[in-house]
């Protein structure tokens, strides 16, 4: 995995954060699972909309690409938190 698909990720991931906690500090009526559910959304969307799959970047081929943005867009969705995890994760397991 290049350090460019990495930084991709984090910053995906970041602005998907700050994106739903200036919705959250606009509407502060939404539940949390309402925007758990908009973060999801919201990191699918960026996902598919910027080509951005951790699977072909692990140059894991897959048949249907949106299989790899959906995911992708799941795990950021979830924040720069852990994406930084997944690739300390990742860089462990290349590294042994």
Not at 46 to 62: E, F, K, Q, V, Y
Not at 77 to 87: A, E, F, M, P, T
Request: charged letters at 15%; proline letters at 2%.
């Amino acid at each position: 995995m290049t350090v460019n698909t990495l930084t991709t990720l984090v910053i995906l991931a970041i602005l998907v954060e700050f994106t739903i906690e200036i919705i959250k500090n606009s509407f502060p009526s939404l539940k949390d699972y309402k925007t758990q559910i908009l973060s999801i959304i919201f990191g699918v969307a960026i996902s598919i909309t910027t080509r951005t799959g951790l699977l072909a970047a692990l140059n894991i081929d897959t048949t249907t690409p949106i299989i790899d943005y959906f995911l992708t867009g799941l795990i950021i969705s979830r924040g720069s938190n852990v994406v930084h995890d997944l690739i300390k994760k990742l860089n462990a397991k290349t590294t042994s």
